[in-house]
């Protein structure tokens, strides 16, 4: 299993509106890739635009159909006008 963090930058101004597209649109697509785990969408408590998204997938390839599917692109240009991604990193899920 791997787990996939994501780092986005939302302008405070935007968040409601960020929070909503995940868990109306973006959440839903997800959930029924093959190979899907969970999502998770987190928000640092001491600064409200920065959001932390983490994936978990049954494996590599999961990830990368999920990554590379067509419905994982149209979703970007919405995910682009709410945020700023910055780091992705890839964990093997050890426990």
Known sequence: MIE???TFTVDPAKSEAFDRFFTE???PAASVSPGYV???LLRAADDPSHYEMTFRWQD?????G???S???T???PDLKALSAMGEIR???VVV
């Open 25 to 27: 649109r973006y959440l």
């Open 60 to 64: 590599g390839e999961a990830a990368a």
């Open 66 to 68: 999920w990554r590379n």
């Open 74 to 76: 149209d979703l970007q």
């Open 38 to 40: 969970r999502v998770e």
């Open 90 to 92: 890839i964990f093997d």
């Open 70 to 72: 067509s419905v994982h």
């Open 4 to 6: 996939r963090h994501i």
